[in-house]
């Protein structure tokens, strides 16, 4: 047998992942027809957007769905016809911590993962190379397999790979163009062997061959794990870090530079934050510990599990800071709160610190005023009816007003609080913000964003994340 050419590329999922992963490998192999199948009608209708409002914002995304849809890449909820063309599958659904039964709060709903491979078993009528490419836990692939070997038709036959990705939200197309690497597990069998060599000819079309790595399925589903962990980690250690320059007087951002200056650690995913969110640290992280508890291993778990309480500590910590700040107690003061989706340059708001902090900030009977430049408000509502599902939304409401512009947020308000790093918050007329204020007029600064010279010259009063205090 020889590696299979791949023509046909179907995938599973039209999300922060499948959308873009695929529509990039439409727009670099036109000789390969890609079909993007979900189940969600409104979410490929957004795909198939004659206005090109596409479900997920994400810079450079448009220009490439709009090169190649159309001509070679396609959205469609026909779930089935895709899995039938298809000669590669990639299953990219999403695989959330279970919420209830055996692991949860830990462990990773496999159910969609689960349809989707029956899915697929049910449907094919040829032989498929089928890669998992959401996030998943060690040894998931064997599972797949189970599933599909035990409900394929005669003369079908499946090769599972596992194809990782690594692309962050915000920067995902220059992630996906320019990938540090493409990793990709498979069996290490003849059979497996040239199904992966069928996916790397794919990604050959643009990627450097010595930046596609090919290892034994396993460590390629374990190494994603782990690059989400360390990364999740080294957040986590410089914002303990920051509570230490906030008691000391030490300035965290002279520390993290002199700190990343050692070429042994460097400089990248060094800043100092609110606290991390996204939709995966904190999942594939619990993901981690569970994996290592079913292990037998209870020392790795409560090493992991670390990395997350402390993120959850640096988000509690930081609205305490608000509140003793602003003289013990914020009841009936309004609070700006700049920024909801978890970092910038995404609509993304999964696991966002800003939730925790305005959950906070209404469990003290503050009034908030918030603004976000690109999430929608239902999202924001849900999102917060999530966090207090104590309060009913018309309370919510009442204690949260979304604005349209920073601003608008920022007007009669005691304090500032900014959450997302958004670059437009850096420009804001602090000047005129400074005027609408409630005085003394306080900025806190999550995200280390803000020029403190310059706002403390205009009047304001700055806190910032791994800075002492005034
Ligand atoms: N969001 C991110 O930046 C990254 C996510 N990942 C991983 O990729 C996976 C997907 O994540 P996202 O794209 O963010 O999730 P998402 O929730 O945005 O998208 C998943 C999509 O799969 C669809 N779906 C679920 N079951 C289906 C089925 N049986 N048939 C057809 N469609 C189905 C859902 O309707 C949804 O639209 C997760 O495992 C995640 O951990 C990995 C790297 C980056
Ligand atoms: O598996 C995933 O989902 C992805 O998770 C992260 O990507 P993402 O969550 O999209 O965004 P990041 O840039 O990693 O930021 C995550 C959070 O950490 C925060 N962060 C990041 C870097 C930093 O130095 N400090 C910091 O607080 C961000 O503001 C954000 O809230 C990883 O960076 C990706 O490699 C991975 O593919």
């Not at 990039?24 to 189940?39: E, F, R, S």
Request: charged share 25%; proline share 3%; hydrophobic share 40%.
């Amino acid at each position: 047998m020889s590696p299979v050419k791949v023509q046909k590329i179907v995938c599973i999922g039209a999300g922060y992942v499948g959308g873009p992963t695929c529509a990039v490998i439409a727009q670099k192999c036109p000789d390969i027809v890609v079909t993007i199948v979900d189940l969600n009608e409104a979410r490929i209708n957004a795909w198939n957007d004659e206005e090109y409002r596409l479900p997920i914002y994400e810079p450079g995304l448009v220009d490439v769905v709009r090169s190649c849809r159309g001509k070679n890449l396609f959205f469609s909820t026909d779930v089935d016809k895709g899995i039938q063309e298809a000669d590669l599958i990639f299953v990219s659904v999403n695989t959330p911590t279970k919420k209830s039964g055996v692991g949860a709060g830990f462990a990773a709903d496999l159910n969609y993962v689960e349809l989707a491979t029956r899915r697929i078993a049910a449907v094919a009528t040829s032989n498929k190379i089928v890669v998992e490419k959401s996030t998943v836990p060690c040894r998931t692939a064997e599972s797949m397999r189970t599933i599909l070997e035990a409900n394929a038709k005669p003369n079908c036959r499946f090769d599972i790979l596992s194809n990782p990705e690594f692309l962050a939200e915000g920067t995902a197309i220059n992630d996906l163009h320019k990938p540090d690497r493409v990793l990709i597990g498979s069996l290490q069998s003849a059979e497996g062997l040239d199904a992966c060599q069928a996916l790397s000819s794919v990604y050959a079309h643009w990627v450097p061959r010595e930046r596609i790595l090919t290892v034994g399925l396993w460590s390629s589903e374990l190494s994603k794990l782990a690059a989400n962990a360390m990364l999740a980690q080294r957040i986590s250690s410089i914002n303990a870090l920051s509570a230490i320059c906030e008691a000391t007087g030490a300035n965290i951002d002279e520390v993290a530079n002199a700190v990343g200056y050692d070429s042994r650690i460097g400089p990248k995913f060094l800043k100092a934050s609110v606290g991390f969110g996204g939709s995966c640290f904190q999942k594939d992280i619990l993901n981690l510990v569970y994996l290592s508890e079913s292990l037998h291993l209870p020392e790795i778990a409560t090493y992991w599990r670390q990395v997350v309480e402390m993120n959850e500590h640096q988000k509690s910590r930081f609205a305490k800071r608000v509140v003793d700040t602003l003289f013990n107690t914020i009841t009936n003061k309004r609070i700006t709160v700049l920024g909801f989706a978890f970092k910038a340059d995404t609509g993304d708001t999964r696991e966002s610190a800003a939730i925790t902090l305005i959950r906070d900030f209404m469990k003290e009977k503050a009034n908030i005023s918030l603004y976000d430049p690109q999430v929608e408000e239902a999202q924001i509502w849900q999102d917060l009816a999530e966090a207090s599902p104590n309060l009913s939304l018309e309370n919510i409401k009442k204690q949260v007003k979304i604005c349209s512009s920073s601003l608008e947020a920022c007007k009669d308000a005691e304090a500032v609080v900014i959450a997302t790093e958004w670059k437009e918050f850096k420009e804001i007329d602090w000047e005129t913000v400074y005027q609408g204020m409630n005085k003394p007029a306080f900025v806190f600064d999550g995200r280390l964003l803000v020029d403190e010279d310059k706002l403390t010259k205009i009047g304001f009063k700055v806190i910032t994340i791994g800075r002492g205090s005034l």
